[in-house]
């Protein structure tokens, strides 16, 4: 028993000698992986899907490492990703215009294993997790109406039951739909170049790999807003619908679920789907260096 606690100490001991610890701050930009379809586009003459990931666009990573030797060492590592707009709906037709855009808002963190290949080359691997934000949907709609009645009407109403109002007269509904999803697990992978600037300071670069996807759990409109305009955008009815008065088939609060009954009659339950967070990116950072536990 005493050897091995003799061994024990001889190894910590050994470890203290090389000890190092470092903190880093860098900024980078990463772009979609792994696209799944988010949306459409659909004009008179077809529909378009569109594909993408909510882990496209720009980040910030505060990140600090613990070095056990001149080859391993440990990462703990925070992020903000502002995620770039990617396009859920998009309609252009006589009778309605959409421009419907969603993009994430997220923060997260990853733990990984560093391994110098040399004194400038380092690679890194780990779990990479979201520990908070959103994915926000912001929905410009406009609806217009039908003179002849006989015309099929978004609206389901004509122009002589919407206050007499003249042609092309129309409904224009903005709003905002935030999305949380479930924790998630994912992998994180990058292959970096370190440039020392002296004792303490150092610059470097990075290629990095995020693999991940979110549950949806729920969703909540954040904003709501329905005007009746004329054509050359007079407003004649403002407040027509809002976050108190949503229109049919709206609901304030949606859940997700993994499961619904032929017989389910909660309008306020949805089936979930993943949504991709993956993304290749480079980063560009600055890296203080902590100077070493003494040698015992």
């Known amino acids: 028993m005493k050897q091995k ?9 050994s470890t203290l000698s090389y000890a190092q610890f470092e903190i880093s701050a860098s900024t980078g930009y990463a772009l979609g992986s792994a696209g799944m ?3 459409e586009t659909i004009t ?22 613990y070095f056990f030797n001149d080859t391993f060492g440990a990462d703990l590592a925070f992020g903000y990703l502002h ?6 709906s998009e309609v252009n037709t006589p009778m309605r215009q959409t421009d419907a855009v969603a993009r994430a808002r997220a923060f997260g963190a990853s733990a990984s294993i560093v391994y110098k290949f040399t004194n400038n080359i380092y690679g890194r691997f780990g779990a990479l997790i979201k520990v908070g934000g959103k994915t926000e949907a912001v929905v410009n709609d406009k609806n217009y109406y039908a003179v002849d009645p006989s015309a099929e ?8 039951q919407a206050f007499g109002l003249p042609e092309r007269s129309y409904s224009e509904t903005d709003y905002v739909e935030d999305y949380h999803g479930q924790f998630p697990l994912g992998f994180v992978g990058a292959l ?14 990075e290629a990095e790999y995020y693999g991940i996807s979110l549950k949806r759990k729920d969703s909540e409109f954040v904003e709501f807003n329905t005007d009746i305009k004329t054509a ?3 407003v004649v009815a403002a407040g027509v619908y809002t976050l108190d008065n949503l229109p049919d088939g709206f609901n304030k609060k949606t859940t997700y679920v993994d ?4 017989t389910e009659s909660d309008p306020s339950k949805k089936l979930s789907e993943k949504v991709p967070y993956s993304s290749f990116g480079l980063n560009f950072g600055i890296t203080y260096k902590f100077n070493s536990a003494p040698k015992q």
């Open 5 to 13: 606690i003799v061994l024990l100490a001889v190894l910590f001991m």
């Open 37 to 39: 379809q988010l949306g």
């Open 44 to 65: 008179t003459s077809g529909t378009e899907n569109y594909y993408g990931s909510y882990g496209n666009g720009a980040n910030v990573q505060i990140r600090g490492t």
């Open 83 to 88: 995620g770039d707009d990617q396009t859920i």
């Open 153 to 160: 009407n978004p609206q389901g109403v004509t122009v002589s």
């Open 192 to 205: 970096g170049y370190k440039f020392d600037l002296g004792n303490n300071f150092g610059l470097f670069v």
């Open 232 to 234: 050359d955008g007079t």
């Open 259 to 262: 499961e619904l009954s032929h």
